[in-house]
Every structure is written in C-alpha cells, then in structure tokens.
C-alpha cells in the first residue's frame, strides 16, 4: 500500500558509559543509523561486580545523560545480576532487531546468545567523529591513572 511507511527498526546497545566521551557519542550516532536506539546501562551494583569499582557517575545520572543524547530513544537501568548478560531480560521487553556492539564489547558467547533470539548482531565500526580521537573509557582511565 503506498504512502504507509514501516516502523524504524529498534537497535538495542547496552554497556556502562560511566565515563560519557565523544567515542560513546559516535557510537550511539552510528547506532542510530540502524534505527531507534535503546540503551541498558549496567545498574551500579553491576559494574562494581564486573570491573571491581564504583561508577564515578550513579545509574540515575547516567541514565539522564544518556536520555538527553538525540541519537537516544530510551535508556533502561539493567538489573543487579553482576553478569556480562546482564541485559538479558531486557531483550524480550523491548524485542530489538538489532544488537549493536563495540568490537572490545563483543564475545562469541554473547553473539550466539543474540542471535539465538533471532535478534541481528551488528559490531561497530568505531569510526571518530569527523577529526576527533578515538576515545574509551579505558583510555581514558589509564590516562588519568584511575
């Protein structure tokens, strides 16, 4: 039927973004080229579990900069299970087309338990915005000596 158009597609990234920088922004922009962009972040008591530290920013902070992002349609706190797959539940609630990973993120076991979903998984290309650097947390971190 002409004139009725399909939905976007729902692209589902997850990650902590606790240390917000431009290569998060690019990421998100590049995720937003797929369709919506539905963000899980690792609650607090995740990402102590998992990198052994505190977040220098709380879930509730880092949900209200993520939700402030154009490139963001929504941003979901994960719950505390401590897991890599801590986003797991949320897959069958918001039901994405597409999980979106950066290359340092992705593993063959969270690809098969994607994709066992029937849910794409697309790894980013991790392309700077125009002329910036490449950035990451990690680098960041080390940087800072933290």
Excluded: W
């Amino acid at each position: 039927m002409a004139g009725v158009s399909t939905p976007p597609k729902k692209v589902f990234v997850s990650g902590c973004f606790d240390v917000l920088h431009s290569g998060h922004i690019a990421f998100l922009e590049e995720a937003a080229s797929y369709g919506d962009v539905y963000v899980s972040i690792g609650s607090d008591a995740t990402v102590q579990i998992l990198k052994n530290r505190k977040t220098l920013y709380t879930e509730q902070e880092r949900k209200y900069m993520l939700e402030a992002i154009r490139y963001v349609k929504k941003v979901y706190i994960g719950p505390d299970t401590g897991k890599i797959l801590d986003f797991a539940p949320l897959l069958d609630e918001v039901k994405p087309d597409i999980f979106f990973v950066n290359e340092d993120g992705t593993g063959d076991s969270k690809r098969a338990f994607v994709e066992s979903k029937g849910i794409a998984y697309v790894i980013s290309k991790r392309i700077p915005h125009a002329d910036l650097p490449t950035r990451s947390t990690t680098s960041i971190r080390s940087a800072l000596g933290r």
